[in-house]
Every structure is written in structure tokens, then in C-alpha cells.
């Protein structure tokens, strides 16, 4: 297949993936608002993907600031949906498959089968501030604090078991407020530990309480990057350009920090013998 061509059907392809999921939660929970979700994120990675092929660095934050800035501002501020793990269990416990939990099992739970962290790479919108900050390659990798995310998943379910079990009033207010309180703790929390840690995705690797789910759910992503070894030249690059310190040269799925890879693609385009690939 020529270049050309491809550069519109990889994006054509990712389009329409988007597209059957929008018509089809659109005609099954008979609401307009999927149609437009999906086909609005849809439109913006198949974007990405075309902006890639055209070697636009920025491609990935282009995508990542649209996805981004419409979940957290309409979404989020604008709709009032709790978009956060504690949204997740509160429409859980209300029994409700919308908004969050839609958002969850898509993005965050059986998606990450397909195509493992890419949330966390494109439409994260913590992660869409936290990369504007200067320490992309971290200095001093592995800290052994990863237990952290546990507490943090442990303890949005515990806040939204109590509200429930203690029936608490006005639980929509509260939600909001929670997702306002929780997004600028996220912020302050993820900005000063990059600072701290020199290390520009240190909330990623260490407090955020998704992790608990992506993580696993990533470990059988049918998409990942992968190495032809009989190209590589063993120069380190890609270890020194990956912001997830993952080490990309191992194809097996037990590779060093596999399951934190977000596909961003900087081992791929830095790769000095185009050993890298998708
Ligand atoms: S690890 Fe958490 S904060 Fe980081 S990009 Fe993924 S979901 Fe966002
Ligand atoms: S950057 Fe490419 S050549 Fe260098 S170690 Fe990584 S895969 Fe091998
Ligand atoms: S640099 Fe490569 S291995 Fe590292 S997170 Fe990005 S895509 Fe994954």
C-alpha cells in the first residue's frame, strides 16, 4: 500500500471504529449526546493519526487538547459529569450504565484490551497538563511507591460508599463539587511531584488510582509497540526518550514497566533504524 494511501486509511479506519460505537450506544440508549461524544473524539485521534503520518511532532497533544479540554470543560464543568473514579462508583451504585461508566468501560476498562494506555497518551486531561511541564524524560526512575495508587482507589470507594450507605442528600451537588476538588488536587498533586521527582508523569506512575484498572486491563492490549530485533542497533535510545521508562526492546509482554506504555510514539519517531513500530 503507498504512503499516501495510507495516511487516510489508518485515520478512515480509526474514524469508523468510532463512528459504529456512536450510532450504535446513539440508537441503544436513544440519546443524540453518544452520537456526538463519539463521533467528536473519533474525528480528533483519527486527526492525530493523520497529523502523525504527516510527521507533525505535535500531533499527539493536538489530540490530547481536544479530547482533553472537552472532557474536563463540557463534560466535566459544563454537563456536571463526574468523570472521575469516584463518578465511576457512584453511577455503579445508583446502577446507572451512563456517562462515567460508559466512559470507564470504553476508555479505562475492556478498551485498554485493544489498545492498552492510549487514554493515557491522548485524552487524559491530567496527564494533558502534566506534559506541558518541563521534565519529559524522567532523571531518577523506578521509585517503589506504587502502592499509593491502591490507597487512592481504596479510598474514592470508601468516600462514595459512605455517602450512600449514610444516605447523604444532594448527591448530584456533591458529585460536581467532588469532581472540581479532586481534578485541582490531581493538578496540585501531579505538578509538584514532577518537580520533585524531576519527572513530568510521576502522578501517572504512582498516585493515580485508574492505574489499578488500566494496568491489567493493558498488560493483553492487542495494540503495542514492538521492536524488530534483527534491526536494532542496542543504542538506548528509546529507554532515554521514554517518559514511562518502559524498555521497548523486549517484545514479550513481561517487558519492564509494559503495562505503563501510553503510545505515545517518541521511541518510534526517535528510533535512529526505524526499529520501532506499532
Ligand atoms: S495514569 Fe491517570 S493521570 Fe496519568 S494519564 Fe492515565 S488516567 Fe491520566
Ligand atoms: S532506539 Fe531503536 S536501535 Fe536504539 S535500542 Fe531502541 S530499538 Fe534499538
Ligand atoms: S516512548 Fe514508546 S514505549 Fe515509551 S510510552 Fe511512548 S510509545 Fe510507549
Known amino acids: 500500500m503507498s504512503e499516501k494511501i495510507k495516511n487516510y486509511i489508518y485515520p478512515l479506519l480509526i474514524w469508523s471504529l468510532f463512528e459504529i460505537m456512536a450510532i450504535s450506544l446513539w440508537l441503544t440508549k436513544d440519546s443524540l449526546f453518544y452520537l456526538l461524544n463519539f463521533s467528536y473524539i473519533g474525528i ?27 472532557m474536563l470543560v ?7 459529569e463526574n468523570m472521575q473514579i469516584e463518578g465511576f462508583w457512584y453511577y455503579l451504585f445508583l446502577g446507572v450504565f451512563e456517562a462515567a461508566v460508559i466512559h470507564y468501560a470504553v476508555a479505562k476498562i475492556f478498551g485498554p ?35 499509593i495508587r491502591y490507597i487512592m482507589f481504596v479510598l474514592s470507594f470508601i468516600f462514595v460508599l459512605t ?12 458529585m460536581f ?21 524531576k519527572d513530568n508523569r510521576a502522578f501517572c506512575k504512582y498516585i493515580c488510582p485508574v492505574t489499578v484498572l488500566l494496568k491489567p486491563m493493558s498488560y493483553f492490549a492487542l495494540i503495542k509497540i514492538r521492536c ?23 517484545n514479550s509482554r513481561k517487558r519492564t514497566k509494559g503495562t505503563d506504555c501510553i503510545l505515545c510514539l517518541e521511541c518510534v519517531k526517535d528510533c535512529p533504524v526505524g526499529a520501532i513500530y506499532l
Open 44 to 70: 480528533a485521534i483519527a486527526l492525530g493519526i493523520f497529523l502523525f503520518a504527516k510527521k507533525y511532532r505535535y500531533a499527539r497533544r493536538v489530540v490530547q487538547l481536544l479530547v482533553g479540554t472537552y
Open 74 to 80: 463540557y463534560l466535566g464543568l459544563i454537563c456536571r
Open 113 to 147: 484490551l485493544i489498545f492498552g494506555r492510549g487514554w493515557c497518551g491522548y485524552a487524559c486531561w491530567t496527564a494533558m497538563v502534566l506534559d506541558f511541564l518541563p521534565f519529559k524524560n524522567p532523571e531518577n526512575p523506578g521509585r517503589k511507591i506504587g502502592w
Open 163 to 174: 455517602l450512600f450507605l449514610f444516605q447523604i442528600k444532594n448527591l448530584e451537588m456533591i
Open 177 to 197: 463539587r467532588a469532581f472540581i476538588i479532586s481534578n485541582a488536587l490531581y493538578y496540585t498533586i501531579g505538578i509538584i511531584l514532577a518537580f520533585a521527582f
Open 228 to 250: 524488530d530485533e534483527d534491526k536494532c542497533i542496542s543504542c538506548g535510545i528509546c529507554k532515554k526518550v521514554c517518559s514511562m521508562e518502559v524498555d521497548v526492546t523486549d
